[in-house]
Nanobody, 126 residues
Framework: QVQLVESGGGSVQAGGSLTLSCAASRATRSWYTYCMAWFRKAPGKEHEGVAGVYLGSSSKIYADSVKGRFTITQDNAKSTLYLQMNNLKPEDSGIYYC?????????????????WGQGTQVNVSS
């Protein structure tokens, strides 16, 4: 059972930046064989896939709403995933979740991912 722990959320003003971290542990297979992603959920809305990466190739996927503003990166030595968020907007507010699944992922659909963290809150004020 992969364990994912997010950190780095907080409150910022529009235009500001935050970096989220997701520390992974208890993986039953090589780190490089997982696809990991960031999702977010705003009140009254469905989970939205924000960014994903196949760790073996560093092939990345981004939602159109965050392209050019968010960057997903990985630290293989620390088994940690990051989400650098720049030029934040109020509509970026929500609970951000880290998720993982074994194998290559081609989409950011919630049902694709098997393992989930508890989430970290991001609030962006105008």
């Amino acid at each position: 059972q992969v364990q994912l722990v997010e950190s780095g959320g907080g409150s910022v003003q529009a235009g500001g930046s935050l970096t989220l971290s997701c520390a992974a542990s208890r993986a039953t297979r090589s780190w490089y064989t997982y696809c990991m992603a960031w999702f977010r959920k705003a009140p009254g809305k469905e989970h939205e896939g924000v960014a994903g990466v196949y760790l073996g190739s560093s092939s990345k996927i981004y939602a159109d709403s965050v392209k050019g503003r968010f960057t997903i990166t990985q630290d293989n030595a620390k088994s940690t995933l990051y989400l650098q968020m720049n030029n934040l907007k109020p509509e970026d507010s929500g609970i951000y979740y880290c998720a993982a699944v074994g194998g290559i992922c081609y989409n950011l659909l919630r049902d694709t991912f098997r393992y989930w963290g508890q989430g970290t809150q991001v609030n962006v004020s105008s």
